[in-house]
């Protein structure tokens, strides 16, 4: 009671502000885009320790030039 239920519009997520906080910012939104889709996720879904891996991930294909690929991501995490 008395909570705020909130009602995003069309391209607008709703974000854990401590996510930021604590310098997990979103991943490609590309990807991260792909990942959702997929899998029928929304935002809130993923816990910090998934922000984590999906942004490890994309830093590493950055890294090495590549692009981010939802196929290369299921087969390093096991999904």
């Given at each position: 009671?008395?909570?705020t239920?909130?009602?995003p519009?069309?391209?607008y997520a709703i974000v854990c502000k401590d996510y930021f906080l604590c310098g997990?910012?979103?991943p490609s939104i590309?990807?991260?885009r792909q990942v959702l889709?997929?899998?029928d996720l929304q935002i809130?879904?993923?816990t910090p320790n998934g922000f984590l891996s999906l942004s490890k991930f994309c830093w590493a294909c950055e890294s090495?030039?590549?692009?981010?690929?939802l196929d290369t991501f299921c087969t390093y995490y096991e999904l």
């Open positions: 009671q008395g909570e239920v909130p009602s519009g069309k391209d997990l910012p979103l590309k990807f991260l889709g997929e899998f809130h879904h993923l090495y030039g590549a692009t981010s690929n």
